[in-house]
């Protein structure tokens, strides 16, 4: 397993990226949350550290809530995925992991952006268009990119994850 900090900053940062990271496992890696310039933030992140990962290459993302610092990126990313399969439909759809109470309103959050005007209005796009939702339960360890992935809701004032993974040699907790 290895980690890679893409961002520190928190909601009013001026300086940093939202606080997210990648999580390297033996079968690929995984995005913890996805904020606002996410395909900025993966290119300066993977360029300082040497490190080759885009969002074409990362295809699990874990969503811990929606705050905008951590869900903003969602957007863009999606539709770049979504956009790269119409040319190349093998493209795989990304994974997106999140809690229920997150997967509950995140289409009422991204729906009117991801909704539009390239729809066709007989057939009005869904999360399903974009990402494959799995919902992580705090009972039950979950298995992403070949890592252990253990979560527990915690203290925020929104339903919200934080995150243990585990290589059977190292433990990662956010």
């Given at each position: 397993m290895n980690v890679l900090i893409?961002?520190?900053g928190d909601a009013f940062t001026a300086r940093y990226f939202g606080s997210s990271a990648i999580v390297k496992g033996p079968e690929g890696m995984v995005l913890i949350d996805c904020p606002d310039l996410i395909h900025?933030?993966?290119r300066?992140?993977?360029s300082l550290s040497g490190v080759e990962a885009d969002a074409f290459s990362i295809n699990d993302i874990i969503l811990t809530h929606l705050h905008g610092d951590h869900c903003n990126g969602l957007e863009s990313y999606g539709f770049a995925r979504y956009f790269t399969r119409l040319d190349d439909?093998?493209?795989?759809?990304?994974?997106?992991?999140?809690?229920?109470?997150v997967a509950d309103r995140l289409w009422?959050?991204?729906?009117?952006?991801?909704d539009g005007a390239h729809a066709n209005p007989d057939e009005p796009r869904t999360l399903?268009?974009?990402f494959d939702l799995h919902i992580l339960d705090p009972e039950t360890p979950s298995q992403i990119v070949g890592l252990k992935v253990k979560c527990r809701?915690?203290?925020?004032p929104i339903p919200t994850l934080g995150l243990?993974?585990?290589?059977?040699?190292?433990s990662f907790a956010w």
């Open positions: 893409v961002g520190i900025r933030a993966l300066v992140a993977t439909p093998e493209h795989p759809k990304p994974r997106l992991h999140c809690a229920q109470g009422e959050r991204l729906g009117p952006a991801m399903d268009d974009f809701l915690t203290q925020h243990r993974f585990d290589d059977g040699k190292y």
